[in-house]
C-alpha cells in the first residue's frame, strides 16, 4: 500500500509540475483548479474524520483495550486533524509551485515572441498594419 502511494503520488506530481514531456498535460488554470479540488477533498475528509461523533469501526478500535494514551475516540479525532494538515501542506506547495511555473512560463513566452520579432524585423506585425491600411483605404473609397 505504500509502495501505490508513493508511486501514484509521484505520478501525479510529475503530471503537474514534471519537466520530463509528456503527451498531454493540463493548462496552468487547469492545475490550479485541480490543487484547489484536492485541498477540498483532504479538507472534507480530515474534518469529517474529526467530527465524529462516534468511534468508526468501533467493534475493532473500542476492543483494542488500549489503556495508555488518549482514548479511541480522542485518537481518532488527531487522526482526522492530521489527515487534514498532512494533506494540505504539500497541495499547498505545489499550487505555489504551479503559480511560479506558470509566470516563469509566460516571460519565457515574451522573450520568445520578442526574439522573433527582432529575428523578422516585426514582418507580422507590418503586415498586420498593412492589411489594417488596406482596409481602411477600402472603405473611405466605399463611402465616397
Do not use: C
Not at 503520488?9 to 483548479?33: C, H, M, N
Not at 482526522?80 to 509566470?103: D, F, R
Amino acid at each position: 500500500m505504500i509502495a501505490h502511494f508513493l508511486i501514484t503520488g509521484y505520478l501525479f506530481v510529475q503530471s503537474l509540475i514534471g519537466i520530463d514531456p509528456v503527451p498531454w498535460r493540463l493548462p496552468y488554470a487547469g492545475r490550479l483548479l485541480l490543487l484547489i479540488g484536492i485541498m477540498a477533498m483532504h479538507a472534507f475528509f480530515g474534518i469529517a474524520i474529526m467530527m465524529q461523533s462516534g468511534l468508526m469501526v468501533a467493534e475493532w478500535f473500542g476492543a483494542m483495550g488500549r489503556t495508555w494514551g488518549a482514548t479511541p475516540l480522542e485518537d481518532q479525532y488527531i487522526g482526522g486533524g492530521i489527515a487534514w494538515s498532512i494533506g494540505e501542506i504539500p497541495t499547498l506547495i505545489l499550487a505555489i509551485t504551479v503559480a511560479i511555473q506558470w509566470s516563469r512560463s509566460d516571460a519565457r513566452e515574451t522573450k520568445r515572441r520578442d526574439r522573433h520579432d527582432d529575428r523578422t524585423g516585426e514582418a507580422e506585425l507590418d503586415a498586420y498594419n498593412a492589411r489594417l491600411r488596406e482596409l481602411a483605404m477600402r472603405d473611405t473609397r466605399d463611402r465616397k
